[in-house]
Every structure is written in structure tokens, then in C-alpha cells.
């Protein structure tokens, strides 16, 4: 497990295509094993001529990232170049998300090693996201990520420290340790699917308009997740959701 994260005891069961409907029940202590047989599915059921890409945290970015020899170093770079219904895999490590990893086409980006072993950090950052999933990205995919820091303080009506979701699937990661001072510390939604998440110990921190510590959703829908230890100051509420 990697230091300096301290994860929820629940976490999420695998669950690495709501298209495919293939779910998978595990006890922690089965994670990765499970997480790891999910991962060969989804490789084994992709469509004839998509393509694999690879990432890791002593990759290069501008190699053609086609083997893990060959892989990228950042996760914003690989979400902005590799093409529609293309899937990035990540090695395990702490990416550092100084700019938001930003889905907006139907890729999948799935970690290697689950959400134990794999994180997108903005380290707290005034001003940083860690996650954006577009409007155009209705087919994009994002599992198995451990997704911490972000921190929306900046202005008074930040939104979305953790994810930003205006469509698409974020599924099989904890969402925790994220902080905004307007609306969804953790995750704001107004379409997509959020599926077998944990979301813990975010916060809404304005106290006129802090919503959602945890999750504010316009729309969209929340499915099988744990939300729990999150805040909100706003007098309108929604510590949760």
C-alpha cells in the first residue's frame, strides 16, 4: 500500500465496465487479485483493433507509450492524446495531478494496481483538480484511483476538488481528502455515473455557499458507493451528498 494515504477500511468491489455488466464482490484482502483479473477482462473483451497505451511515473512523455518500455509519465498527457475507445493503463505509484487529468473522449484509464496501489494527488494545492471528466466524454472510463488533494479554495465558489464529471463513468476508486469552498468537495456531477466508489473525509468549506461535502450532483447518478465522513459548512447542508 503506498505511504502517506490513509484509505477507508470498505473498499470498492471491482467493477471495470457498467457497459459490460460484469461485477465482481471482494474482501479487502482480495483487492488486488481481484482487481488484477478485472483488468485482463476488460483487456480481453476490447473492441477488435482498440488499442492499449501504458503510463508510468518514470515514463517519457512524447515516447509512443504502446509498451510498458515505452510508456508515458503523466496522466494529463496520456487522457489529451490517446484517441477514442483507446485504453491507458497506469502502473502503480503517485501521479501528481498539477494540472486536472482531463477525459473528453471515450477512453478508459484504469490503474494496474487498484486504488490500494495508485493515486492521483494534487497535493493540496490551492487552485488544483484532480480529475475532469467533459461533456464529450459520455464513453470515458475511469477506475481503480486513489484521488486525493484536490483543493477548489481558491475562489469562493470552487466546485469539485476531486472530480469535475459533466459525463461519463468514475468507478473502483476512493475519493478522499479533497476540499472546495463552493459545491462537491470530493465530486460534482451533473451527468455520468459514479458506481462502487468510496467517497471520504472531503469538505465544503464557504459557509453561504458550501454544498456537498462529499458529492453534489445536479444530475447523473450514484450507485453502490460509501459516503461517509464528509463536511460541509454551508447552511443549506448536504455533508454527503
Known sequence: MMSGFSLPSILPRFHPSRLKRRVFKTHYGCL?????????????????????????????DGADGLTWATAWQTLPYAAATAPEG?????????????????????????????????????????????VELAATASNALLAGFTITGGNRTDIYNGWGGGVWML???????????????????????????????????????EWNYGYGGGIYM???????????????RGPFGGGGV
Do not use: F, H
Open 86 to 130: 483507446s485504453t491507458i493503463l497506469a502502473s502503480n505509484g503517485t501521479y501528481i495531478a498539477v494540472s486536472p487529468v482531463r477525459l473528453t473522449n471515450g477512453i478508459s484509464l484504469l490503474s494496474v494496481a487498484g486504488p490500494t496501489g495508485t493515486a492521483i494527488s494534487a497535493l493540496d494545492v490551492s487552485g488544483r483538480r484532480c
Open 32 to 60: 488486488l487479485l481481484t482487481w488484477l483479473c478485472g483488468i485482463a477482462l476488460v483487456l480481453a473483451v476490447s473492441p477488435a483493433g482498440a488499442v492499449n497505451y501504458y503510463v508510468k511515473t518514470n515514463g517519457v
Open 167 to 205: 459525463q461519463g463513468m468514475v468507478s473502483n476508486c476512493v475519493i478522499v481528502s479533497n476540499r472546495v469552498m463552493g459545491a462537491g468537495g470530493g465530486v460534482c456531477m451533473s451527468a455520468g455515473l459514479l458506481v462502487d466508489c468510496v467517497v471520504s473525509s472531503n469538505s465544503a468549506l
Open 218 to 232: 445536479g444530475a447523473g447518478m450514484v450507485d453502490r458507493c460509501r459516503i461517509e465522513t464528509n463536511t460541509c
